[in-house]
């Protein structure tokens, strides 16, 4: 499976790209969609949240207070460094069983800390970057989530610059603009990307290839 790896700034339009590449018929998977599964109640990362961090990171309705983790991760780098620990083998074991059974032309594979952390970008044959200015990222991110700006800034200074994101890019996809800019973009990418994908899989073995 010929998997791209889609990254980009909080508030930089991720997800909307995603939701394009999905409707063109690739298959896509959204890290921190496993992370938010893997955490739920009955699942392997709750208990092992617990275990890591004890019941005050449990909310009285038995589900695992993000929140919390949240404001002690930008707080404490040991912290942050106990919960990826905790949390990224669950995740890289349940990334891989997912694209293990995708049967689309490619796969897209949403990180947004792949460059940061890189612990998934050995499964990534190719790194789209989703960009706009900085000031757009704090704008978008605050009507999304009704985080102050400052916070959303604070969250930002945890995460590549965006020069150096653009800089480690193989593609980019420029979502500074109208929303109906993303589409034709998104669309471009497909087409190579189905491209790369049939050309990986010709020089493959015979033997090797996927029945």
Request: charged share 25%.
């Amino acid at each position: 499976m010929y998997v791209v790896g889609l990254t980009g700034g909080i508030g930089s339009g991720k997800s909307e790209a995603a939701r394009h590449f999905a409707a063109l018929g690739a298959d896509v998977l959204d890290a921190d969609a496993v992370a938010h599964t893997l955490s739920a109640r009955g699942e392997a990362g709750h208990a092992a949240l617990v275990a890591a961090f004890g019941p005050a990171c449990v909310r009285a309705d038995g589900e695992i207070d993000r929140a919390w983790l949240r404001e002690h991760a930008f707080a404490d780098a040991a912290f942050r460094a106990r919960l990826e620990q905790v949390l990224h083998p669950l995740i890289g074991a349940r990334v891989d069983a997912t694209i293990a059974a995708w049967a689309g032309p490619y796969g897209v594979l949403v990180v947004p800390l792949l460059f940061e952390k890189g612990g998934l970008a050995t499964r990534v044959a190719r790194v789209a970057v989703v960009d706009c200015p900085e000031d757009e990222q704090v704008r978008r991110a605050v009507a999304r989530s009704g985080l102050a700006p400052e916070a959303v800034r604070a969250i930002m200074a945890t995460q590549l610059s965006r020069a150096d994101r653009l800089a480690r890019a193989d593609d980019v996809i420029d979502n500074s603009g109208p929303p109906d800019a993303l589409g034709p973009q998104v669309a471009a990418l497909d087409l190579d990307y189905r491209a790369r994908a049939a050309m990986r899989s010709d020089e493959r073995p015979a033997g090797n290839r996927a029945q």
